[in-house]
């Protein structure tokens, strides 16, 4: 059973940075990619990025500007997503997600395991 806890969301100003963290289960490092999506109100819920732990290739939602970096530690089994510049449009729940996938894919559809999520509030 995968399990994933995000935590680190919270209200920030727009242009300030927020860093995201998902703490996976063991045995979810070495067999899973892992990813970020969020939800907006009202709207369906969106990829953001995704890491390949066989490949380590990171994948990034194109609507991102290279604000957003994800990254990793293998030694806490942990993923995270920095944001910086944040705007208003970025606000949403964000949820950390799990697949046994190679190569990265942005439909939900493809993600086996969900986090609870995370809420980040973007102030004008």
């Known amino acids: 059973q995968v399990q994933l806890v995000e935590s680190g969301g919270g209200l920030v100003q727009a242009g300030a940075s927020l860093r995201l963290s998902c703490a996976a289960s063991?045995?979810?490092?070495?067999?899973?990619?892992m990813g970020w999506f969020r939800q907006a109100p009202g709207k369906e819920r969106e990829f953001v990025a995704g890491?390949?732990?066989?490949?380590?290739?990171?994948r990034y939602a194109d609507s991102l500007e290279g604000r957003f970096t994800l990254s990793r530690n293998n030694a806490e089994n942990t993923v995270y997503l920095q944001m910086n510049s944040l705007k208003p449009e970025d606000t949403a729940v964000y949820y950390c997600?799990?697949?046994?996938?190679?190569?990265?894919?942005?439909?939900?559809?493809?993600?086996?395991?969900w986090g609870q999520g995370t809420q980040v509030t973007v102030s004008s």
């Open positions: 997600a799990a697949a046994r996938m190679t190569t990265i894919r942005t439909m939900t559809s493809s993600w086996d395991y």
């Open positions: 063991a045995r979810t490092v070495s067999r899973y990619a």
């Open positions: 890491i390949s732990w066989i490949t380590k290739l990171i």
